[in-house]
């Protein structure tokens, strides 16, 4: 089954669904700064265009399409984002 979300007034749209019992998105971000809040952990790999991605405390580091971050369950993560860019999420 597919399951839509919709965040930051529309800015951040995905499907979620489950693939080898694991829950799984795909999405689009727009242009803009975002935090998110996380319960498990996750993987986001970058499917199209490049994210700016800060975990924890640390620096905003720049990943292009083809590359991943890991965040930690019960966290968080910012992203800044300067053209629409598209992505898959993995829980852990």
């Known amino acids: 089954?597919?399951?839509?979300?919709s965040y930051f007034d529309g800015l951040v749209q995905s499907v979620g669904f489950e693939r080898h019992s694991r829950r799984q998105t795909v999405g689009v971000v727009a242009a803009g700064e975002h935090?998110?809040?996380?319960?498990?952990?996750?993987?986001?790999?970058?499917?199209s265009g490049e994210m700016l991605a800060r975990t924890g405390t640390g620096a905003f580091v720049n990943y292009p399409a083809g590359s991943s971050f890991e965040v930690a369950g019960k966290s968080g993560f910012d992203v800044?984002?300067?053209?629409?860019?598209?992505?898959?999420?993995?829980f852990l």
């Open 35 to 47: 935090h998110f809040n996380t319960d498990a952990p996750e993987r986001m790999t970058i499917v």
């Open 1 to 5: 089954m597919l399951k839509h979300n």
């Open 80 to 90: 800044k984002v300067a053209q629409p860019c598209a992505y898959w999420c993995e």
